[in-house]
Structures are given as structure tokens and as C-alpha cells.
């Protein structure tokens, strides 16, 4: 059976058979098609610099929002991308030459005015995480499809800024607020810790991502409590008095 090509969106398309009948005369609901929404990925590329946890953006090379700052982002395309997350990291090859490890679906956004292109577009974001240590110089070398340049901001200023296109900077937020939220309660986010670090080490990553100093008592404490790290034996590092246990995240 074979159904003929609605003549509009919205419009009931019919069996080729007859109208609600199917090859062995059995009635068929009508099959309706519905106009799709604009459906983009949108990366939040996090990592942290000299001033902090950062966020990378590009500037656009075409309208709308032409020359102004934006997520790496792109469309969804049905012929290309088998998944959102495969959608995610096409996206990310082709703006950022390169894919980024530990990709997270944090959420979806859509409504009438958020693209001028049209009436109605979906945002699915997905945020990236640079391994703590990684230099964030690198990614900002060669950009790549529809962008002009990259650049890395510090989150706060991004967050702030509305000159960035579209709603971005209200993305911008959500990435971060739900970062920071993991963070603060020590639910570390996979890959972005090291392998082995010292408690000290691990105090200052997690400063550097809240963007505020934490009680080193307290700390220790809350780590203890939740069980979230374990020493490796026969692991120290040398310190400023004496050497410095080695720790690692718990797993299981």
C-alpha cells in the first residue's frame, strides 16, 4: 500500500487503495503530517583558563546574528544523523574540526521567536567538558563551518552578555548553573577530574569551576561523608612540609 503526498501540512493523506480502506478492505485511519519545528544541536563547550571556568564561542559568519558571538551549533540534519548525539558530534566536527569528549544532553528549549527563520525552533543542548589541565589555546586555532573566529569568555561575562546571539546566553546559564550544581555537590563530572590528584588539587578544581573559595575543613568533611574519593596506596606527592596523599575518584 502506498500513500499518496499530502497537499499541505496538517492535510489527512489517504491510502492508495481508497479513501480509509486498506489492500484487503479493512478501514485505515487517515495519516496526518505535521509541519516540523527547526531542530538545532547547540554545544557548550566548558574548560577552565587562567580566569576560571570558560565557555567557547563563536562568531557567526552568516545572518542571522552575522559577526556576533554564538554557541558552535548547527541543524539537525535527517539524511546525516542517525541520533541527536551523533547530530552533537557532526556539529562539533564541523565547526570545531574536532569532537569533544564527555558530550551530555542537558536540555531542550524551544518557542516561537528564538530563530527569525522561522515560526517555531527547538534547541537541543549538549554540553562538552575539557579535562581539567587541557589547554583550551588549541580549539580556538581553526574554525571551522559558518564560523569566522572562536574564542574562549569567562562564563560570567557570557552569562551577562546580551549581544550573543539568539538566546544564548540564557544556555550559557543553564550549562553552567547545572555544572556548578554537580560540582557543589560533589557529583564530579566523569573525565573532567584527573586520575589521581591530591585532596588540595581537587579543592582548587572545584573552586575554579564554583568561582568561589570553599572551607577546607568543610570540604574534606563533605568528601569523607559522601565517599567520593579513595587514596591510592603507596601514592604521595611531594609537598611544601611533608608528602601529599594521592587520591582518585571512587567508582562503583
Not at 578544581?205 to 568561582?211: A, K, R, T
Request: net charge positive.
Amino acid at each position: 500500500m502506498q500513500l499518496r503526498r499530502a497537499r499541505g501540512p496538517g492535510q489527512a493523506v489517504e491510502p492508495s487503495g481508497g479513501r480509509g480502506e486498506g489492500a484487503a478492505g479493512d478501514t485505515q485511519p487517515a495519516i496526518t503530517r505535521h509541519p516540523m519545528p527547526f531542530t538545532r544541536v547547540e554545544i557548550v563547550v566548558l574548560g577552565l583558563g587562567e580566569d576560571g571556568l570558560q565557555v567557547l564561542l563563536g562568531r557567526r559568519a552568516r545572518a542571522p546574528h552575522a559577526r556576533r558571538w554564538a554557541l558552535p551549533g548547527g541543524a539537525l540534519r535527517i539524511d546525516l544523523d542517525e541520533s541527536l548525539e551523533a547530530a552533537a558530534r557532526r556539529v562539533m566536527r564541523e565547526r570545531l574540526g574536532r569532537e569533544l569528549p564527555f558530550l551530555r544532553q542537558l536540555c531542550a528549549v524551544g518557542g516561537a521567536v528564538r530563530d527569525p527563520r522561522t515560526p517555531w525552533a527547538l534547541s537541543v543542548v549538549y554540553r562538552a567538558l575539557l579535562p581539567a589541565g587541557t589547554r583550551t589555546s588549541p580549539l580556538t586555532g581553526a574554525p571551522g563551518k559558518r564560523i569566522e573566529a572562536l574564542a574562549w569568555r569567562p562564563v560570567e561575562e557570557a552569562m551577562a552578555d546580551s549581544r550573543l546571539a539568539f538566546d544564548h546566553s540564557a544556555l550559557i546559564s543553564q550549562a553552567v548553573t547545572g555544572t556548578r550544581g554537580e560540582v557543589d555537590g560533589l557529583d564530579l563530572p566523569g573525565g573532567f577530574v584527573p586520575e589521581q590528584f591530591t585532596l588540595g588539587e581537587l579543592q582548587t578544581l572545584c573552586e575554579q569551576v564554583l568561582g568561589r573559595r570553599l572551607d577546607k575543613s568543610s570540604f574534606r568533611r563533605r568528601l569523607a561523608d559522601r565517599a567520593v574519593v579513595e587514596p591510592v596506596t603507596g601514592a604521595t606527592r611531594k609537598g611544601a612540609n611533608r608528602p601529599a596523599q594521592i587520591y582518585r575518584l571512587r567508582t562503583g
